[in-house]
């Protein structure tokens, strides 16, 4: 498919629920402050939180989850892909190393606490992912574990499939969900310092792991109902991977930590989901709408970081929009390659060729896809996964930008709307567009200020970025891909790896939120 195609074929399931206009004019006609975030469609359901707040790369997330864990009462419950109890959680407080490891940290929980109950669920190839790093198998792990701590493998999934959501639940009241996992080589801080020497491996005993790279990603942490809405989740799944149902704890209590300062209070936040069509359950793929509305609505600027950028249907709705003449501008940042040999062969060779198709339509140069790299010039691993949609939209949560993440695999994501005429809207809408420039702050190496000031003096996310990149030192650095050999190229036009899993709506969810954008004011958020 070239440049000149793409986007223009039917969808393959015009029969989504949202309306269509009854006319020409009421669909060229602006939809202020109508939301993005439509229950039922593009999320499963919106709950207020009564506090939220993001972690921006591992080192805080762990040190917090680690109090938290500590302090619960009732209910530790953890849904991840990958899982390692040989990590230290918090190696900058002082104390001994042992008792910083995440295993030790859930045994003396439940020791000192007769009525804690901790759960682990993980996904069954991260299991064996696990054991390559040295991990005894879990049949054997969860046999050495006290009472009440439990340790299980998912297998119920369909074949190829993954779990990937990254959740964590105490008590029902506080809730962690994004894209960090509760493994090895994800701890880092903000620096990403070249070298630093508490970034390791997990090793036995007292023996020290290796070095690892220094690795982006984020999270977020929440309570109030939205939190008790990712414990449902969270049970659901347990319930699924286990056969064990459990019920809702009805306590309610303040669980908030102390050291952590909410971004956010009293917001809504959405929560959106893909589950695969498996054991009769029906496919559930609104992670995949919500990105096709957010970049039909979108009216100055797409800024996302994730893992993979793989999809051709989410590269061909970009396409379309970059080909319009007041189109928004497109960041992407990636890591330089994938985390292994097979992602790379699978993934790489998608991007490629996804990178194509929008570079072809790129006609008004709005688009960059970055890596970025540390003082030393290392390649930062990227695995976070954030999107910021203008100044109205942000998302976070464990979906790739990989056709697997949209039918696949099964995630979660959350998103938050600063819906036009609504009480706090600017407010939350300074918010969002906040945390994109404390993002691109860390990757460049200067201060969020400098990122405000240089996209509002150029008028142009794509031409800030460019003002503020540096060729030396920390910095963004334009990604270029390999040349695709014929085997390479005849992989990535098949997506045999990444095969596409959902129907095709874009045509209709392109319609009905296009009419959403914003009027373009005179600087480009």
């Not at 960041?331 to 790489?348: I, Y």
């Not at 030192?473 to 334009?478: D, E, H």
């Not at 190229?489 to 997506?495: K, P």
Request: glycine share 8%; aromatic share 6%.
């Amino acid at each position: 498919m070239d440049g000149s195609q793409v986007t223009t074929e039917p969808d393959t399931d015009p029969g989504i629920a949202l309306p269509a206009p009854c006319d020409a004019a009421a669909e060229a006609r602006p939809e202020q402050g109508a939301p993005l975030l439509v229950p039922g469609e593009t999320c499963w359901r919106i709950e207020r939180a009564t506090r939220f707040a993001i972690f921006v790369d591992a080192a805080g997330y762990f040190a917090t989850l680690k109090r938290a864990v500590l302090r619960a009462e009732r209910r530790v419950l953890f849904i991840g892909w990958d899982f390692d109890p040989r990590i230290r959680l918090d190696p900058l407080a002082r104390g001994r190393p042992k008792d910083d490891r995440l295993g030790t940290v859930l045994e003396r929980a439940v020791e000192q606490n007769p009525r804690l109950e901790v759960g682990v669920l993980q996904w069954d190839l991260g299991m064996l992912r696990a054991l390559g790093r040295g991990l005894q198998p879990i049949v054997l792990l969860d046999r050495r574990t006290p009472d009440r701590l439990t340790l299980a493998i998912d297998t119920q999934h369909p074949l190829g499939a993954a779990h990937h959501q990254k959740i964590v639940v105490i008590d029902d009241c506080l809730a962690f969900a994004g894209g960090i996992d509760v493994t090895a080589d994800r701890w880092d801080t903000s620096d990403h310092a070249d070298g630093n020497p508490h970034r390791r491996r997990p090793a036995a005993g007292r023996a020290q792991g290796r070095l690892t790279g220094p690795w982006h990603d984020a999270t977020s942490i929440m309570t109030g109902p939205a939190a008790r809405a990712v414990a449902e989740l969270a049970r659901e799944r347990w319930e699924s991977g286990t056969g064990e149902r459990l019920q809702p704890l009805s306590e309610e209590r303040e669980c908030w930590p102390e050291d952590v300062e909410p971004l956010f209070t009293d917001v809504d936040v959405a929560i959106a989901r893909t589950r695969p069509e498996h054991g009769g359950a029906p496919l559930v793929h609104e992670v995949e709408l919500l990105w096709l509305a957010a970049i039909a609505a979108a009216r100055r600027s797409i800024y996302l970081e994730s893992q993979y950028f793989a999809s051709r249907r989410i590269a061909e709705a970009i396409a379309e929009r970059l080909r319009e003449p007041d189109g928004p501008d497109v960041v992407v940042v990636n890591p330089r390659t994938a985390d292994g040999w097979l992602s790379e062969k699978a993934m790489g060779t998608a991007r490629a060729r996804v990178l194509e198709i929008v570079r072809e339509a790129d006609v008004h140069d709005r688009f960059r896809l970055y890596t970025p790299v540390t003082e030393r010039r290392e390649h930062i691993y990227v695995h976070a996964k954030v999107t910021v949609i203008d100044d109205r939209l942000l998302r976070i949560g464990s979906s790739n930008v990989n056709n697997r993440s949209m039918g696949l695999d099964t995630e979660c994501d959350l998103a938050i709307e600063a819906v036009e005429g609504r009480p706090g809207a600017g407010r939350l809408a300074a918010t969002i567009v906040g945390i994109r420039h404390r993002l691109l702050a860390e990757h460049l190496g200067c201060t969020p200020d400098d990122v405000a000031a240089a996209i509002a003096d150029t008028g142009s996310l794509v031409q800030g970025i460019e003002r503020l990149r540096r060729p030396a030192g920390r910095s963004l650095v334009p990604f270029e891909p390999p040349e695709l050999g014929p085997a390479d190229r005849v992989l990535a036009e098949t997506e045999v790896m990444d095969p596409e899993k959902t129907p095709n709506r874009w045509r209709r969810v392109e319609r009905f939120f296009a009419r959403r954008r914003r009027p373009r004011s005179r600087v480009r958020a």
